[in-house]
Nanobody
Framework: QVQLVESGGGSVQAGGSLRLSCAASGATDRINCMGWFRQAPGEEREWVATIYTGSSSTSYEDSVQGRFKISRDSAENTMYVQMNSLKSEDTAMYYC??????????????????????WGQGTQVTVSS
């Protein structure tokens, strides 16, 4: 089993920044695709960004491209997302997710909630305008 724990959420004004962390533990050799999702009240959970741990290649949802940056510290088994130029529409609960992909080069197409095996409990991000 893999355990994922998010941290770093909070309240910030529009235009501000936050960095979220996702610490992985347990059978971390069973994951090679890690991603961030978010869910606003009354909305579906949506994909934000993905990283393939083998090459650190990344992909982003269009609305966060250029503002968010996903990264990973392999020594610490921790994934991050640096969120800059935050907007009120970024307000949501942010979730860390992970899975093993036979072809890590396909991580960028794994953008559905159903694609991921492991989930964290979420961390709240609130952006006020």
């Amino acid at each position: 089993q893999v355990q994922l724990v998010e941290s770093g959420g909070g309240s910030v004004q529009a235009g501000g920044s936050l960095r979220l962390s996702c610490a992985a533990s347990g059978a971390t050799d069973r994951i090679n695709c890690m991603g961030w999702f978010r869910q606003a009240p009354g909305e579906e959970r949506e994909w934000v960004a993905t990283i393939y741990t083998g090459s650190s290649s990344t992909s982003y949802e269009d609305s966060v491209q250029g503002r968010f940056k996903i990264s990973r510290d392999s020594a610490e088994n921790t994934m991050y997302v640096q969120m800059n130029s935050l907007k009120s529409e970024d307000t949501a609960m942010y979730y860390c997710a992970a899975r093993w992909a036979r072809d890590g080069g396909n991580c960028h197409i794994l953008t559905s909630r159903a694609d991921y095996s492991y989930w964290g409990q979420g961390t709240q991000v609130t952006v006020s305008s």
